[in-house]
């Protein structure tokens, strides 16, 4: 999906021409699978920086390693949307009666 | 053996502390490595607010009892649990119940600046109805920054049954039993409808966190052992929303099984069905009322609720998920707390497994053997449903209790006769004679009383032969 393959034109869209036609496809390709690799590299390594920060963890149970990065990954998004959350019951609540406010209130009790 | 006589054999993970009993009472050693983490948890008001709330067990700190081992900082002794039931022996609604309460206690620690280091199923145990949080020691004090580390054992004990029970099957809260550390996310994923991807929450907690899961087993030997990364306590509070908004979003199945609609479509008349609750509440004054009782195959408990007045801890064992479910949501707006709706299979009751086949006890080593067992249009299941003859019935019903009482269903009812409809009668010895001569090999029988015009007999007997 990434390493789309050259197409048998080149990006200007002129003509292939009759010589070097082979180095310029392999001068793309080899472009394309740098950069490719070094995108993975710094996405790699930006991860490696944010994980091995100065704690470890000191759980006594595995909290496996896929469920703290996806806490991690998930994290700004959950902070965000409970942000949210919070503001709109705030908005909402200023047009509510008392009555569905006790109520919601006995709901979250729960 | 290792472990130490009295400890139990389901506490040996947490080297904050572990349970032993000693003469008949349960006590908790903690440790002195979790001595920070208890302090704070006493002195901080945690504790106080989740036992007035009634989500954390409370106990009392003792310094009568010897401590179980060298590593012991205190004993506490904890209210004492009458029985203690297995989250593969709860329906739906105890489990979103007990799920639901395992969040709240973690976002009360979180306004402490504590947090749940684990969040098992098994930490919750249902008392007068109600579940609440057992394990004292399961609290730590946050590490700011660092990712929940309960967060997967959460997902895999709670989100994962609940779904898999109110958009598949019922019944597939038993894969729990097969489990032990929760259903594994990657198979919850496969086992879950498309439609269940629809699902916000449910599409970030279980597919992709699954998704993470299948990808850093991969590439573990990549990623580097010192974790921390950051997630604030926004986030913290954000992720804790979402797993309430996923659960609150859960509802039970909705469809019928047959046990649940057993009562809507007896053949009981009204009158007879009046007739047999004052027989079996007239038996019931006559056993012992400090003993438990044993509802097997109590349906949506109507018997149990009847059992348990007088404070009887009645445990109501049914093999119909849907029937479980229900005797619980009525026994919780009942406020019937002393009944405890069990999702027990009799021919495939909970067995003792786990570490060394011991972890998990039998449902049947965890009480007491003198109980009183409440049989009521169950005999003719076993015997001819199950091709158990009454001599094993007889053996079984001793196993659990001091006192019986039993309905015996004849072979002219209409139940039996419907059972028997495709089947070759091989059942000669089943009648009224027979049952009562096997039965007291093992029991001597105190009363008889017909049921109405029914046919049926009920019967009251205590163990042991004059």
């Not at chain 2, 797993?243 to 019928?256: A, D, E, F, K, Y």
Request: charged content about 30%; proline content about 5%; aromatic content about 10%.
């Amino acid at each position: 999906m990434w390493m789309r393959k050259p197409t048998e034109t080149p990006d200007d869209g002129n003509p292939p021409k009759a010589s070097g036609q082979s180095i310029d496809h392999r001068d793309i390709e080899m472009k394309s699978r740098y950069r490719w690799r070094r995108i993975r590299f710094i996405s790699l390594a930006l991860v490696a920086v944010a994980l091995a920060s100065e704690r470890s963890a000191h759980a006594y149970i595995d909290p496996g390693t896929g469920s703290y990065l996806f806490q991690i990954a998930v994290a700004s998004l959950a902070a965000a949307a409970f942000t949210i959350k919070v503001y709109w019951r705030r908005i909402r609540s200023i047009f509510r009666s008392s009555k569905e406010k006790r109520k919601e209130r006995e709901e979250s009790k729960q | 053996m290792s472990v130490p006589e009295g400890r139990d054999y389901g506490s040996f993970r947490d080297p904050a502390g572990h349970v032993f009993k000693r003469d008949g009472t349960l006590f908790r050693q903690v440790n002195s490595v979790y001595k920070a983490h208890y302090e704070r948890l006493m002195s901080s008001g945690l504790y106080d607010r989740l036992a007035s709330d009634g989500l954390l067990i409370p106990h009392a700190e003792t310094d009568d009892v010897e401590a179980d081992s060298d590593k012991s900082f205190k004993v506490l002794r904890p209210k004492q649990v009458p029985f203690i039931s297995y989250p593969y022996e709860w329906s739906f609604s105890q489990l979103h119940d007990a799920a639901l309460l395992t969040l709240r206690v973690q976002e009360t620690a979180l306004r402490f600046d504590m947090s749940l280091k684990d969040a098992t199923a098994f930490n919750v145990q249902f008392l007068g109805g109600k579940p609440v949080l057992i394990d004292t020691l399961s609290f730590e004090i946050v590490r700011p920054g660092e990712p929940w580390p309960a967060y997967r054992q959460f997902c895999r004990h709670f989100l994962a049954p609940l779904a898999l029970t109110s958009m598949v099957n019922a019944g597939l809260g038993r894969l729990a039993r097969l489990h032990l550390d929760g259903i594994p996310l990657d198979l919850t994923a496969r086992l879950l409808p498309l439609r269940a991807r629809l699902r916000p929450s449910l599409l970030s907690h279980i597919f992709l966190h699954a998704r993470f899961e299948t990808w850093a087993e991969k590439r573990s030997s990549r990623i580097p052992r010192e974790k921390g990364g950051s997630v604030s306590e926004r986030a913290r509070l954000g992720i804790l929303d979402s797993l309430r908004s996923s659960v609150r979003g859960m509802q039970s199945t909705p469809i019928r099984t047959v046990w649940s609609e057993y009562y809507r479509n007896s053949r009981y008349s009204a009158e007879a069905f009046h007739e047999k609750q004052r027989i079996v509440r007239e038996f019931l004054d006559q056993c012992p009322a400090d003993k438990p009782v044993w509802d097997l195959g109590a349906n949506i408990g109507l018997f149990s609720r009847m059992a348990s007045q007088g404070n009887r801890l009645t445990l109501s064992l049914d093999s119909d998920p849907e029937a479980v479910d229900q005797n619980y949501r009525i026994t919780k707006a009942e406020g019937a707390g002393n009944v405890l709706p069990l999702l027990v299979d009799l021919l495939n009751p909970s067995p003792s497994i786990g570490w060394n086949g011991r972890e998990r006890k039998s449902i049947f080593d965890r009480i007491r053997p003198d109980a009183t067992v409440l049989a009521l249009a169950l005999i003719h299941h076993l015997a001819i449903g199950q091709n158990l003859d009454f001599q094993k019935l007889a053996k079984f019903f001793r196993r659990l209790g001091g006192h019986l009482i039993v309905e015996f269903v004849p072979k002219e009812d209409s139940q039996v006769r419907r059972m028997l409809r495709f089947r070759d009668d091989i059942f000669k010895d089943y009648h009224e004679d027979h049952f009562r001569r096997e039965f007291e090999r093992e029991f001597t029988i105190l009363k008889k009383r017909s049921v109405g015009d029914t046919g049926r007999l009920l019967y009251l007997m205590q163990a042991g032969i004059p």
